[in-house]
Structure formats: structure tokens, C-alpha cells
């Protein structure tokens, strides 16, 4: 084990990762946002959300048991709560302690 | 009015909590498992900042990969960011001093909470933001030290406590839907990634995504100005 080589690769990792983060802000930077980008900002969250959920269901294996039953009654779960009592913290709790137990019986 | 803001910011951090420490808890256990100790981990969460690129760092730190390899991978893994900086550009105007480490420390979950306006005024929606993000790191950078310390062993099962962060973005798409009634970007950002995920697999399906959702979001600009 290399220290310094360590170190290095940490902070690469680290630099890359602040300039993706500051990349939008250096290059809009204090000018007026144009139309197009205020667009994307508008629109982009929605989009962005939809994909975050799909990226953590991505390791759900549908040729194998159970084919993802445990994520998605969870997920239907949070829906459900969530549309039925608008409290962020119920329906994050009770999907997730839904998901622990299917996760054991499945 | 501070004081309430910031207990706002606390309770909404809470799913994040709970998320994160298991999260950090798991990446500081098989960081160590990989002989690089406490510090490492420490240091790894406080400038990294990024959950899912530090566990593909454990992979490179133990696999020795290039500096140039370890680089393009940061890109790849983390280029969603870039979206999220877009997106929080006209939010995150006027923030000031507080504004560098609010863009440094904007992770998934943390957009997750400060990318819908809850506040009326620019100031009290900065203080929120930032104390959201601030918590958030404090969470991460505790849950991965605490990993690395106790290691594996943790008194009970926790398989499966991880579902909590899924379970905030599916709370987060449920509200942004019923607060609007557009629902094309939602529905596009939905179908490219399934799309997406059947066609490139579940390691490379981000990038592949995000150039879609950017491409439908642009043609239909038009139409979705129009419906509002």
C-alpha cells in the first residue's frame, strides 16, 4: 500500500467531482441565466428525480426470484403513503421497513 | 425565523440521516476491510463528498488504477452533477459566502431537498439550502468514521436499511408530480432511463440517459412553454 498514491487517487476523485459540481456555475457565472438554461433548470428536476429512482432499482434481477417483488411493492408502498398523508418521513419509514422484512421472507 | 428554518432543515435531513450513515457506515467498513483505516476514510467523505463514487474508489485505490483512469472514471460515475448544477444556477444566486460550499457539497439527496422552493424569500431559502447541505456532510463523514471504527461489529442486521434512500427520491417524484401538472419531463426523465438501463446495462446506462432526457427536454421546449 502506497500513501502517497492514495492520496493522489483522493484527490483526483475529489477534484473532478468539484469541478462537475461548479462546472455550471463558473461557466453561467453572474451573467443573466439565458432563456434556454432557465428552461432546463425548470424542467430538469422532474426528469432528474425519475432517473435517480431507476438508478437505484438497476441491480433488481427480473430473470431470477423474486424479479424485484420486494423493491417494488415497496416503492407502490411509499406512493401510496405518500399520496395518502403528504409526510415525507411516514412514507420513507414505513417503505423501508417494508422493504427489511420482504427482503427476509421473500 | 432562523431558528425555525433550521429545524425545518433537521427534520427534512432526517430521511438523509438515516441514509446516510448506513450508506457511510457500509463504504467506512469495506474501506477498511481494504487496510486503508479511519483517516482515510475521514478524509475520503469530507473531500470526496460523493456516496457512490467513493465505493468505486475503494475498487481503484485497491486495483492501483492510473491517475488518468481514476479521473475518467470520477467523470463517468459522477457526471450527473453536472445536471444538478444546471438546474440550481438561478436557486443558488445571491447565496454569497455560503455559496461555494453549498455547489461543493450538492449530492443527490441533498438536490433531492433543496432543488423545490420552499421558501418565499432568497434569503431564507439560502440559509435552508445551506444547513440542508451542511447536515448532510456532517451525516456522511460521521456514518463512514464510525464504520471504519466499529467495523463489522454492528449488534444487529441492518440488510435492507439502505432501501430508505430510494424510498426519498420515489417521496421527492411523488411530490414534484402532484405539485405540477405538467407531467412530460417526469415522464420523459422515466422512460429514457428505462430505456436507457435495457440497453446499456446497469453500469453505464447514466450518461447514456441524461443525453436523451437533454435531447427530449430540448425538442419539446416549445411545447411544454406553450402549456404554461
Known amino acids: ?106 | 425565523m432562523k431558528g425555525k428554518i433550521l429545524k425545518r432543515a433537521f427534520i427534512d435531513t432526517l430521511p438523509v440521516l438515516s441514509g446516510y450513515m448506513v450508506l457511510g457506515i457500509g463504504f467506512g467498513i469495506v474501506l477498511e476491510r481494504n487496510g486503508y483505516g479511519v483517516m482515510w476514510a475521514f478524509l475520503m467523505s469530507l473531500l470526496i463528498y460523493a456516496g457512490s463514487m467513493q465505493y468505486a474508489g475503494i475498487e481503484l485505490l485497491a486495483g492501483a488504477a492510473s491517475l488518468p483512469a481514476v479521473a475518467l472514471t470520477t467523470l463517468m460515475v459522477n457526471a450527473r452533477h453536472l445536471f444538478y448544477g444546471i438546474s440550481m444556477i438561478d436557486k443558488y444566486k445571491g447565496a454569497g459566502a455560503k455559496k461555494p460550499y453549498m455547489i461543493f457539497a450538492l449530492t443527490d439527496e441533498t438536490y433531492s431537498l433543496v432543488c423545490y422552493t420552499k421558501y418565499e424569500t432568497e434569503k431564507e431559502r439560502h440559509f435552508y439550502s445551506f444547513w440542508v447541505s451542511l447536515f448532510d456532510q456532517c451525516y456522511w463523514v460521521t456514518g463512514s468514521v464510525l464504520g471504519s471504527v466499529i467495523g463489522s461489529a454492528l449488534p444487529f442486521d441492518t440488510a435492507g436499511i439502505e432501501f430508505s434512500m430510494t424510498a426519498l427520491f420515489v417521496t421527492v417524484f411523488v411530490e414534484q408530480w402532484i405539485s405540477t401538472k405538467n407531467h412530460i419531463s417526469a415522464v420523459c426523465g422515466l422512460l429514457a432511463s428505462v430505456v436507457c438501463l435495457a440497453i446499456f446495462g446497469k453500469d453505464s446506462f447514466l450518461i447514456p440517459s441524461m443525453i436523451a432526457i437533454l435531447v427530449i427536454l430540448t425538442l419539446i421546449r416549445k411545447k411544454v412553454a406553450c402549456d404554461e
Open chain 1, 1 to 106: 500500500m502506497n500513501n502517497a498514491y492514495a492520496l493522489s487517487a483522493i484527490l483526483v476523485m475529489a477534484a473532478v467531482t468539484a469541478l462537475l459540481r461548479f462546472f455550471p456555475f463558473l461557466v453561467m457565472g453572474n451573467k443573466k441565466t439565458p432563456a434556454y438554461v432557465e428552461y432546463l433548470g425548470k424542467v430538469l428536476p422532474y426528469a432528474v428525480m425519475a432517473m435517480l429512482v431507476v438508478y437505484c432499482l438497476r441491480e433488481i434481477d427480473f430473470t431470477h426470484m423474486p424479479f424485484g417483488l420486494c423493491e417494488f411493492v415497496s416503492v407502490l408502498l411509499v406512493i401510496g403513503v405518500h399520496v395518502w398523508k403528504r409526510n415525507t418521513l411516514l412514507s420513507i419509514v414505513i417503505g423501508t421497513i417494508c422493504y427489511m422484512v420482504l427482503i427476509r421472507i421473500v
